[in-house]
């Protein structure tokens, strides 16, 4: 068996670098093989992460002779609703933070935790004396401690 040895000629270089420059502006448009291509919009949207707390839901509590205060921050005195005595909603706690001490007038409950709840549109707090969450800490699992 005969081995063909490359000629070596002018034109065989021609064809090659044609060839070879061919594969660059093809890795260059699609984008492969090329470490430094740049990302597409697209493809940035694909590489987005939720860092959204994972919410709960629960209902307001301990409202038999009072209405429940829904507040602009957890140290309250900033009403934004609130929900009339004797009516029970399950409210989307989003996190826990600390806040004013609140006492409530129905069960004698004290506590200093605030729940984060969505309300409206948009967010507010309720003491966590007068919703039915888990109760033992802060945050009280399993939900999750505002981080800001």
């Known amino acids: 068996m005969k081995i063909a040895r490359p000629r070596g000629d002018r034109a065989t270089a021609v064809v090659a670098a044609a060839i070879v420059g061919a594969l660059v502006v093809a890795a260059a448009v ?4 090329v470490s430094s291509a740049n990302p597409r919009l697209a493809d940035v949207g694909a590489w987005s992460v939720d860092l959204a707390y994972p919410t709960q839901s629960y209902k307001n509590a301990n409202n038999g002779t009072t209405d429940s205060l829904i ?3 957890p140290q309250g005195g900033c009403e934004v609703g609130k929900i009339p005595k004797g009516e029970y909603r399950s409210l989307t706690v989003i996190c826990q933070t600390k806040g004013k001490t609140i006492t409530d007038n129905e069960q004698g409950g004290t506590s200093d935790v605030w729940n984060r709840i969505e309300w409206n549109g948009g967010v507010a707090y309720i003491s966590d004396t007068l919703m039915a ?3 033992g800490g802060l945050p009280a ?8």
Do not use: N, R, S, Y
């Not at 699609?30 to 093989?33: D, I, P, T, Y």
């Not at 699992?141 to 800001?148: H, N, T």
């Open 71 to 73: 507040q602009c921050g």
């Open 133 to 135: 969450t888990p109760k």
């Open 141 to 148: 699992a399993p939900l999750f401690q505002c981080e800001d």
């Open 30 to 33: 699609f984008g492969v093989g």
